[in-house]
């Protein structure tokens, strides 16, 4: 009874009948293929953005650090975590002699280049205003000849004496407030009285109107005795890798020098972050005022509605003191003159510059952006912004292997950022310092090595972080100690000349040394960077035979991996995305299902009367199942041509902006331009129709089930 | 030669908790050629007894023989088959696809058999549209029709595949006397024209008129069969 074109001919009338009915119950239709339809294009959009994202994090760790492959001892406790991990940086057991892995795995097809790395965070003394004016000061005694001869140096020196007492006094008004609530009979007890005496001798009258007499004597004394009393300034963390400076450059391309030049090839010196410099090493006052500027511009966040940005406007008023301190009295009186006439101040308030910084820094929505300008047109260029800036050698201190402390002193050449990651602190955080600084500070020395140490060790003691132009200024109540210095000239270059003696330290840390010494020692892991990167599993695979070959214990991760828990974030994206886009279809599928079960049952008697005249079962499950299946192709389709759209225009109105440090290394850049991948297209189609299949699978199961006999109801 | 043969047959249908003894032992024989009516008030069985004729249910007890084949014995699938190629149906409230024209309502049942060409399916539709008055009711949907054009659609449906047995349920209960009288003249033509077997029920005594025998049944059981005059059910 069936021929074999019983079945062409009923697919026919299956898909012309489940098309009919579907044009025919419009509101139906529209309700389902509207869920579908949105369903579709969240599909569309959500995993068009992850995998921007996926692109963005790939390219943002493949750029800055991770390179295609990375490679570290396999006896590490830790797992290998490029940008740090939960408590801090991982163990990791150091590769001693990284020339055998570089021998090892530079042979292997499809690697292009192996850096070695080594990454490690230490303190940074940055110094404080105390050191700096009595630096200053020890400039001018030195270049003052016996008796002042020359009026302009004496009146300088004169003006520095004053300014440096007066800082005296305010350290001492301070430390008498801390010794109301210090324990003056515990264990160093003498110890802290002594030093009160200290500070009652350095602010007495007589000190300073014997310090003409000895003045060498005098510095020695504020140096040893009080300098170490003040509380300001101090350490900062920094975080860097020690690697092969050339080849670093050489294997990242989007790392580049934005100030300064890069390290020569066979010197030591130290390649600081930007974003580190903003965040850390900046005037406290100028990097609240530059979040406060991003904040608006980024995030079009306001500050008469935001409570963090009023709270950071209160914050950047209140850091006005470290700008006061900075400012001698010369520079103090020029700040002042221009503030007032860059805000319109005239008469009796326009030589005060604490009432000036407080009317500058009283930011309101209104004026915020002339303030912010003034700041930097007007201000700015008399200050020292950055307490670290190039040329200046910093002392960098960390716990090495052995538990003591390893300094080292290296030279600051410059300040990079990473293409693309400009504003992301994860990448930006990151300095780059030279493998031999690196491992003097980890404590696995070569022999050489260890004789500089000795050498630097006896060196310490002498601070010399070189202090160029900040000078401490003396402000509010001083106002003898103003008129008095105010005519005083100051000859830069002849400050500059006194403090550019030589040194015997800046000798060492100048030394060169070979590409032999880079690579033959200890580092902790080492970034493999391909020529064909699709081809990373394998080559992962590669790399692994070939380190075990040579005798190597090494661990090979991909660059995911070895990211730590930010390359795992973008898996939880994944699973966040796909539980939202599993709920959205779950609820689909329920509310699809129900509507079509409705429907099903109002279409009981026609499907019943198709039964008795003859339709098979079957032919009614598939009319249903090609009603549901084509509204969901169809409104699928259209879904995704919409999510589509959603994704262009989104590209085309500039992106997703980073609008904080996070966002800007998931997105590797300042804004996240989302592209319509192949995947998110073919995975939402075959999501939707899987979803139109479920939701109608039931409700044709129903009207299967419907008799012939439901034709004969009487009622309509 | 009787086309159903109707065997002793009950019919229990259980509601919840209660059961109703729709047919409480119903033997009866249709002829082939024949034009009879199933009379009876409404709950005396009488769909029951077409559904059962109809292969369109099975019954509890006895046996339904419809052209040699003992329905209790096929299966749902055979069945179906059975009702496809050699029972056609109308219906009390004409049941047409309202998505499908006129036309393709009556070749729905050609489509579902499938083997025809369509150059044969469109002559047998048509010819059974000029037959019953539709033809220039082709195109419409049974949505613009009235319930009498609706119930001449059904009737061509019913008789498209050339069944041998056309099974009635009420074909006329929701139609006005006239449009009903038309419906079983309509029928009645078909039966003589082509030998068409009809078996219809109906509490109407016009209708019945038009039979050429009467069952008559009351409380599931056959209670009297009067064969009538081919001139008393002629059509005027």
Redesign the interface.
Known sequence: ???P??????A??VVR?GL??L??SRAKTLIIGGIILLGAALVVVGSSLLESVDRGMRSSIQGSLGGHLQVYDARSKDELALYGGMMGEPQLEPIEDFSKVKAALVNVPNVAKVVPMGIDQAMVSIGNQFDVALERLRADVRVRPAGGADPAIERRYQARKAHLRRMVGILRDDLAQARQIADLQGRDAAERRRAWEDLGRASSPEFWDHFDDDPLAGLEFLENRVAPQALDGGFTFVRYVGTDLDAFFRAFDRVQVVEGTRVPPGQRGILLGKWYAEEWLKLRAAHKLDQIERARRVQRRRLDRDEELARWARDAAGQTREIQLQLDPIAAEDAASRLARALGVTGPGERDLPKLLAQLFAVNEANFDRHYRIFYDTLAPLLQLYSIRVGDTITIQAPNKTGYMSSVNVKVYGFIQFRGLEQSGLAGVMSLMDLISFRALYGYPTAERTREIRELQAAAGVRDVSREEAEAALFGSADGAVSEQREAPIDDAQVLAGVRRPREREELSDRPFTQEETDRGVVLNAAILLKDPSKLARTARDVDAAAKAAGLNLEVVDWQKASGLIGQSVTLFRIVLYTAVLIVFLVALVIINNAMVMATLQRV??I??????????R?VLAMLLVESVTAGVVFGAIGAAVGACAVWLLRRAGGIPATNDQLYFFFSGPALLPRLGTTSLAVSLAIVVVVGVLSGLYPALLAMRV???E??A?E? | MAIVSVEDVTRVYTLGKSEVHALRGVSLEVQEGEFLSVAGPSGSGK?TL??LI?C??TPTTGRVVVGGDDTTRLS??AL??L???RI??I???F?L????TVFQNVE??L?????HGSKERRARVNALLEATGLSEHARHRPSELSGGQRQRVAVA??LV?RPALVLA??PT?NLDSQTGANIIDLMREMNRRDGTTFVFSTHDAKVMAHANAIVRIADGRVVGREELSQAAGGVS
């Not at chain 1, 019943?608 to 079962?617: D, K, L, S, V």
């Not at chain 2, 489509?111 to 083997?115: A, F, I, V, Y």
């Open positions: 009874m069936t021929s074109g019983t079945k062409w001919w009923q026919g009338l009948l009919r009915n044009a025919a008697k026609e019943g009367t198709m039964r008795a005249i003859g339709a098979q079962r032919f008799t012939p006999v034709a004969m009487a309509e | 769909t077409l559904n109809g369109v249910d749902e699938r179906t088959e009702r496809l190629h056609g149906f219906f009390q409230t049941n696809v309202p998505v499908l729905f049942p489509l579902l058999q499938g083997g449906r019913a595949t349920d009420e209960a």
